[in-house]
């Protein structure tokens, strides 16, 4: 049997190891760069990059809130950003906006 992670309709994960959230979740330089320079708040650009990440890993953009926590957290930690800053997005047309940006 496909696992849920294999099909049309891909999922997290329920448990992420430390190896994949290294080579999958962490942000390149040049992603922190861009992200950085298209968004206008801390929040956004975690929101951001997680997506990215997410598309990155998945081939499709999840909602924030299916994202596990433990990838929210990787993200945050590895773009150092305070460990307040939550992703999301002022409104849907800053979410889609930034899908555009990266496509």
């Known amino acids: 049997m496909t696992s849920i992670e294999r099909t049309a309709y891909p999922r997290f994960k329920r448990l992420i190891t430390a190896r994949e959230l290294h080579v999958f979740f962490?942000?390149?330089e040049e992603e922190r760069i861009w992200a950085?320079?298209?968004?206008?708040?801390?929040v956004h650009q975690l929101a951001l990059l997680v997506a990215l990440k997410s598309y990155q890993r998945m081939g499709c953009f999840p909602k924030v809130y299916d994202v596990p926590d433990q990838v929210v957290e990787f993200v945050r930690r590895a773009?150092?950003?305070p460990e307040s800053t939550l992703p999301v997005y002022a409104s849907g047309r800053t979410a889609e906006r930034y899908r555009v940006v990266g496509a």
């Open 26 to 28: 962490t942000p390149s």
């Open 36 to 42: 950085e320079e298209v968004t206008d708040s801390d």
């Open 79 to 81: 773009v150092e950003l």
